[in-house]
């Protein structure tokens, strides 16, 4: 199995401002990936945001296991961590963090006020993986086309203040990733999902991957996906990538049909799926 690294020198540079800028706000929005609520937390962030309060916004839950997602803001609300799953193009998104953000916040307003002084809009900043929606939920939170979106790891390159509305303003910051991990399934999670550029992992690993997964938790959207038979199931993950190579008639390019079967899991051709499944009892903690 290959090695999957990513840590480019825009990462270093984008926690540097982050550890810079982060005692100009009054609140972290750490956004992470639905199917991925585990994987996608970056221990940087809390490295660098220990001291302030923060919301956890689990995006894409569309594309996520409903269940799953319940789980997670169970076990979130359990251990007092404010966490919110959104869909970033709603209309009621905007309005829901807002709220959620004042009154995270209420304390420390009300003191401010008690004092006399102006009253003024939260600051947040927000961060996340690459490719996790932070600009489209931005663009929406915004009403304006304010950070550019794109569906590849890596589209905003700095930081920027952005007004949401009179009660919200906003420092963006690129997508970090970081220097090192515990284990290489992080790494597949992140790749399977789309949080790393496809050129720093060999497609056949995480599709190998995604068939152990899907095969675990989603068995028959596999097998009706790729006209697989009941026979098919004693197959080793490797047999089957090349079963399904055939199926779906590439004879035995298994490299193109990798990229088929991560890219169908994206579109969820699968179906909704959440990678980390959420802890019972332990405490899940980011990734070192």
Known sequence: MSTIQWFPGHMAKAIRQMEENVHLVDIVFELVDARIPAASRNPEVARISRDKPH??????????????????????????????????????????????????????????????????????????????????????????????????????????WLRSSKHLELLDTPGILWPKFKDQTTAQKLALTGAIKEKLYAKDDVALYALSFFRQYHLAALEARYHLSAADRELSDVDLLLKITANVGMRDDYERASERLILDARRQKLGGFTLDRAPQKAAATPHD
């Not at 689990?58 to 799953?85: E, G, M, S």
């Not at 970033?88 to 829901?96: E, G, L, M």
């Not at 931005?138 to 390159?157: C, E, F, I, M, W």
């Open 55 to 160: 919301l956890i916004i689990l995006t894409k839950k569309d594309l996520a296991d409903p269940q799953q997602t319940a789980a997670w803001l169970n076990y979130y609300r359990a251990h007092h961590q404010p966490a919110i799953a959104i869909d970033s193009r709603a209309n009621v998104t905007p309005k829901q963090i807002t709220k959620l953000a004042l009154e995270i916040l209420q304390d420390k307003l009300a003191a401010e006020k008690a004092k006399g002084l102006k009253e003024r809009p939260v600051r947040a900043m927000t961060v996340g993986v690459p490719n996790v929606g932070k600009s489209t939920l931005l663009n929406h939170l915004v009403s304006r086309k304010a950070a550019q979106v794109g569906d590849t790891p890596g589209v905003t390159k700095g930081q920027q």
